[in-house]
């Protein structure tokens, strides 16, 4: 480009090669500038930290025999927060260690050993892989799956007219005959403890007044417990019914005696038993 040797021509020029200056990285220098100034501002705050402290009350509750350290002794542990207000901080930091007080670039001390664990809200997801909350439900014979044994005792059944003290003796041993025979060990109470998920069979069994021949009924009821965790909550756990099983004289396909559609629980619990533990062919 040729200049012009008069002022004006001069001035002319100038204006032009500045205005043919594309406007957009002039911008885009602008913001790299101001991005940079502003890195360096944020970077020369203070880091803001906010202290609080809570007060845990922990409560121990022992089960079982042996207790507190026995193999046989279980825990259920029971726990209650507050805020704990109060201006004596340098207390507080010296219980964790911090004899100068509190470095707000370092973490917080580690917990003891032995610390009740802190779980935040989707502590289950991330432990276990998945959410229990998402879990289709399962049939409900999945609930046998993988049992090998089991605590039954109907020793104390009360004996129905026409049967001897007994009763519930005799039906024992019947049953216990008949799981074994499947695959099904009957443990005591003592040995419960240690089973996984700790099933029970509980059978209910009833008789209205003997003296009413004409309207005299019977009923089983029998439920196998076990210890469950909610979905929801996986630290409540309890004992809760997952299988049952009634019948009784008034059931349309119960024939013999009292003594009869009690053996039926047993049969009936096998051969669910089976369909989820029967390996597939």
């Not at 099983?245 to 009690?262: F, L, P, R, V, W």
Request: aromatic share 8%; with cysteine; charged share 20%.
């Amino acid at each position: 480009m040729r200049l012009a040797r008069t002022g004006q021509g001069l001035v002319a020029v100038l204006l032009a090669c500045l205005l043919a200056v594309p406007a957009r990285p002039l911008l885009a220098q602008t913001a790299e500038v101001q991005g940079a100034q502003a890195g360096r501002a944020a970077a020369a705050l203070p880091h803001l930290t906010r202290d609080r402290f809570w007060i845990l009350w922990e409560r121990v509750r022992y089960f079982g025999t042996h207790c507190p350290a026995g193999a046989t002794c279980q825990e259920l542990r029971s726990y209650s927060s507050r805020p704990l207000i109060t201006n004596n901080t340098g207390y507080i930091f010296r219980l964790f260690g911090l004899q100068e007080g509190p470095d707000p670039e370092s973490d917080v001390p580690k917990d003891q050993a032995g610390a009740p664990q802190v779980c935040q809200p989707d502590a289950a997801r991330r432990m276990l892989g998945f959410d229990p909350l998402a879990l289709p439900k399962s049939v409900k014979g999945e609930v046998l799956r993988g049992i090998e044994a089991l605590h039954l005792d109907i020793t104390g059944l009360k004996a129905p007219p026409g049967f001897g003290a007994d009763f519930g003796r005799q039906l024992q041993g019947e049953f216990v005959s008949k799981l074994s025979a499947a695959g099904l060990r009957v443990v005591s109470k003592e040995e419960l403890s240690r089973l996984p998920g700790q099933p029970v069979l509980n059978i209910y069994f009833s008789f209205s007044d003997p003296e009413d021949l004409c309207d005299y009924t019977y009923s089983v009821f029998a439920s196998l417990a076990q210890d469950v965790l909610l979905v929801r909550d996986l630290r409540i756990k309890v004992a809760a019914g997952v299988w049952s099983y009634s019948t009784g004289n008034t059931a349309k396909d119960h024939q013999g005696t009292e003594a009869d559609a009690i053996m039926r629980v047993v049969d009936a619990l096998i051969q669910a038993h089976r369909e989820v533990n029967t390996p597939s062919r």
